[in-house]
């Protein structure tokens, strides 16, 4: 598949350079990495610290955001969310693995899945509010799907350290 080409403001507002998508320039590269240090920091001490204005600071993070280069969202704490349960889900599938993975994007209490190669052909991270509700989950919506063989849970016993500030190469 062929990366389409698209441009991003240089940050003197009269030119623009092209990019592809998925790469970043050195300017993209500071604004992600001031927004992982804090998601709610302005467009105008972002550009102050990068020497932008803060109109090429916005259409950078816009571009950013429109190319799913990027999200910004509010992380929250599932154990203080209601949400007693969480587990990795190892999946062996029987027959097309990306349809497995299609269908299991529909389970509202699946937050990301990985297509692997290993012992497991899918791992999905799930979180449920009790013990019930992750046995519902499990199997009667996740074994449910056809093509899956076998399923293994890891259950989440605490959760030491989640990091979203590693930066950007």
Do not use: H
């Amino acid at each position: 598949m062929k990366k389409k080409q698209s441009t991003v403001p240089s940050g003197n507002g009269n030119e623009s350079q092209p990019t592809r998508e998925g790469t970043l320039d050195d300017v993209n590269k500071k604004i992600v990495a001031l927004l992982q240090e804090d998601g709610r920091r302005s467009y105008v001490s972002i550009g102050k610290e990068i020497g932008l204005s803060e109109a090429a600071v916005r259409l950078r993070v816009q571009k950013m955001l429109d190319d799913d280069v990027m999200q910004i969202v509010a992380v929250t704490n599932p154990m203080e969310m209601g949400f007693r349960r969480q587990a990795m889900v190892g999946i062996t599938v029987n027959g097309d693995i990306e349809y497995v993975a299609q269908k299991l994007k529909d389970i509202r209490q699946i937050d990301y899945i990985i297509i692997t190669a290993g012992r497991f052909d899918i791992l999905a991270e799930v979180f449920a509010e009790d013990d019930e509700s992750m046995l519902e989950l499990v199997n009667r919506q996740i074994r449910k799907i056809d093509g899956i063989d076998r399923t293994e849970l890891f259950t989440y016993m605490r959760l030491e350290s989640q990091r979203y500030d590693w930066g950007v190469r």
